[in-house]
């Protein structure tokens, strides 16, 4: 596809509950983030890869976050034993260099609503 | 430390100019941005300056820089109905990937 795209759109799970959130980048795009957007509040960077390790984890809430990146492309964030302040829109974004170089456009994708009951 | 702030709504009549404020507190920025969220859509990005500049014009957004008070501001000319949307500011760091964004500012044009 032309874009960053996530799975699932939507997803409502039940508070103690493990999750899954999936990000497709642009295909030959290096670098890959996380972030969270919760209800009336800026994004809040969560985690970086460049290719297959992450450099750049340090927004990473908690111990009950985690993602990985597998092939230098699609990635998951899994988020363990699901609190209600887990609730929120976590978006992914892909640019082709990373490394904070000069250019190096992010391009987000629509995100995944999460809500945890 | 890293913070960026903007006011959280701004209303403005069709065809008038809007003005989205954001003030950032690290002057180690190095670049500075302006993102539009519309609704069920991911971010886009709009412009983006080096602090080294003070000053981007693309079209009908102009971006001010004032690094010395560490003040940016986005201004859309003849705002058109298809401008609302939430805009965010944001900064990042030539040594990291991560951008920081501030809570965004909600533009809603009346006619």
């Known amino acids: 596809g032309a874009g960053v795209s996530q799975s699932p759109s939507n997803k409502v799970t039940e508070k103690g509950k493990d999750v899954e959130l999936r990000c497709d980048p642009i295909?030959?795009?290096?670098?890959l983030y996380w972030y969270r957007q919760s209800l009336g509040q800026g994004l809040e960077f969560l985690i970086y890869?460049?290719?297959?390790?992450?450099?750049?984890k340090s927004g990473l809430p908690s111990d009950r976050f985690s993602a990985e990146r597998t092939g230098g492309s699609v990635s998951t964030l899994t988020i363990q034993r699901t609190q209600q302040e887990d609730s929120a829109v976590y978006l992914c974004?892909?640019?082709?260099?990373?490394?904070?170089?000069?250019?190096?456009?992010?391009?987000f994708g629509p995100g995944t609503r999460l809500t945890v009951l | 430390g890293e913070d960026v702030e903007q006011s959280l709504f701004l209303s403005v009549r069709e065809g008038d100019s809007s003005v989205i404020n954001c003030t950032y507190t690290?002057?180690?920025?190095?670049?500075l941005y302006w993102y539009k969220q519309e609704p069920g859509a991911g971010l886009q990005l709009l412009t983006y300056?080096?602090?080294?500049?003070d000053m981007k014009q693309d079209q009908r957004l102009t971006v001010l820089l004032n690094k010395k008070d560490k003040h940016l501001s986005l201004r859309i000319a003849d705002t058109q109905t298809g401008d609302s949307a939430i805009y965010f500011c944001?900064?990042?760091?030539?040594?990291?990937?991560?951008?920081?964004f501030g809570s965004g500012t909600r533009l809603s044009i009346r006619p």
């Open positions: 974004a892909s640019s082709l260099l990373g490394g904070g170089l000069a250019g190096d456009e992010q391009f």
């Open positions: 295909s030959g795009h290096t670098a």
């Open positions: 890869f460049q290719g297959n390790s992450a450099p750049d």
């Open positions: 690290d002057s180690s920025s190095t670049y």
């Open positions: 300056i080096f602090s080294n500049m």
């Open positions: 944001a900064e990042s760091y030539s040594s990291a990937s991560k951008i920081i």
